[in-house]
């Protein structure tokens, strides 16, 4: 099981980033995927998940109306897209499933909000 998240860098406050989750080892569609971020000093906290199936998604209170996940289980990719970002979204990134009770994390992708 490998999950390998990308697509971060630096951005202007305002600006959109879309992060890729590519995973592979497993069936995509048939795990909820869930993406977290932690930020210098603080604890990883969750950001959005979407579930498996039908995809039923989530977002964290902070997030809800600018970001948007979504999954192409023909690419095996999970998406987060990311707008009007503002510094505080500044964090490495991480994507995570859970199969059979264990956790697998990508690797983290840094994304920095910074005029």
């Known amino acids: 099981v490998q999950l390998q998240a990308s697509g971060g860098g630096l951005v202007q406050p305002g600006g959109s980033l879309r992060l890729s989750c590519a995973t592979s080892g497993f069936t995509l569609d048939y795990y909820a995927i869930g993406w977290f971020r932690q930020a210098p000093g603080k604890e990883r906290e969750p950001v959005s998940c979407i579930g498996a199936g039908d995809g039923t998604t989530n977002y964290a209170d902070s997030v809800k109306g600018r970001f948007s996940i979504s999954r192409d289980n023909a690419k095996s990719t999970v998406y987060l897209q990311m707008n009007s970002l503002k510094p505080e979204d500044t964090a490495v990134y991480y994507c995570?499933?859970?199969?059979?009770?264990?956790?697998?994390w990508g690797q983290g992708t840094q994304v920095t909000v910074s005029s």
């Open positions: 995570n499933a859970v199969l059979d009770r264990i956790d697998y």
